[in-house]
């Protein structure tokens, strides 16, 4: 029948270009290896971008269908639909979504990718995405992420010891002194430390609509979050995104950290403010155990302990 040539011309036609593609890859990798390495990290950064859309749409249909909130999802789509919202380091904040438009448009003529590739190679954190990052390349970015907020880590420490000060319970505010200064002298605290002064952190001055403003700056810097808005949508973004890690504890906590694999293991500790791109797999688990052990006892009124702690429980380990 007229249909079953159809398929098999079209089939034909799709193993011949495979074929053809197969050849031209080979070239590629024999005759310019740096050049190939560009062209495989393009092509198999727009199979992963249009695999992630699906993906995203699975999950949202789910969601609708059996009407789940997010929180009651699985960790790992959870923390799917947490990426395409805004993440951080992975690139996938709605700024990167806007950066992705153009990089399409570019792409869709034909041999146009090769226009993409040249800007892989001279413009790769500035213009484009994650997905068309090499693996070198996703290292040293997120390396160099990590200092921007690093900067801030220290600024994070000095407020907590300033706001100690002016603590009026003697015994809570010796502890919470001792563990800024054991931070300071390269230490790192014992989450049963931490949680110790877990009441400080749910009024003033601690409490984190009672937190100094420059305080909240250096936090939404640690969490990548733009520090240039008022007072009160800093306070209300603050909040959101670490009520949001919580609720990604929880979900992680019931699936267990024996189940990720290493990349989520990295990733998991890199939100959470540890840079785990030169750590090995034992050291996320045994550090992401550490938070874990902290974050799931907390309460909602005491996010300002969980951000917080993202310096406390990062800036020495190792």
């Not at 600024?155 to 003697?170: C, F, M, N, Q």
Request: glycine share 4%; net charge positive.
């Amino acid at each position: 029948s007229t249909k079953t040539g159809s398929r098999s011309v079209l089939t034909a036609l799709t193993s011949t270009a495979k074929r053809i593609n197969g050849r031209y890859e080979r070239f590629l990798e024999r005759t310019f290896p740096r050049f190939y390495v560009l062209y495989a990290t393009f092509t198999k950064g727009i199979q992963a971008l249009f695999q992630e859309v699906k993906e995203i749409r699975k999950i949202r249909s789910k969601m609708s269908q059996q009407r789940l909130s997010v929180q009651q999802l699985p960790y790992r789509e959870m923390e799917r639909l947490r990426q395409v919202r805004h993440d951080t380091f992975r690139c996938r904040t709605a700024r990167d979504v806007i950066k992705a438009i153009p990089i399409g448009l570019i792409a869709i003529p034909p041999f146009a990718n090769f226009l993409v590739i040249v800007l892989m190679y001279f413009f790769p954190r500035q213009l484009l995405i994650r997905y068309f990052w090499t693996p070198n390349q996703q290292v040293e970015f997120l390396d160099a992420y990590d200092s921007i907020r690093r900067d801030s880590y220290w600024d994070v420490v000095k407020s907590l010891a300033l706001a100690a000060h002016s603590l009026p319970e003697p015994q809570l505010q010796k502890r919470l002194q001792d563990i800024c200064a054991e931070v300071q002298q390269g230490a790192q605290p014992r989450v049963a430390e931490i949680f110790a002064v877990r009441s400080l952190f749910s009024g003033s001055p601690l409490g984190l609509n009672k937190l100094q403003v420059s305080h909240v700056r250096a936090l939404s810097r640690v969490l990548f979050l733009t520090p240039h808005l008022p007072a009160f949508f800093l306070r209300h973004r603050l909040r959101s995104h670490v009520l949001e890690i919580r609720h990604l504890d929880r979900a992680l906590l019931r699936l267990g950290l024996g189940q990720l694999s290493e990349e989520e293991l990295k990733a998991a500790c890199y939100l959470r403010g540890l840079n785990s791109t030169h750590l090995g797999m034992a050291e996320c688990r045994a550090w992401l155990e550490q938070w874990l052990g902290l974050s799931c006892k907390l309460q909602a009124s005491e996010a300002s302990l969980l951000a917080n702690s993202m310096v406390l429980l990062s800036l020495n380990y190792i």
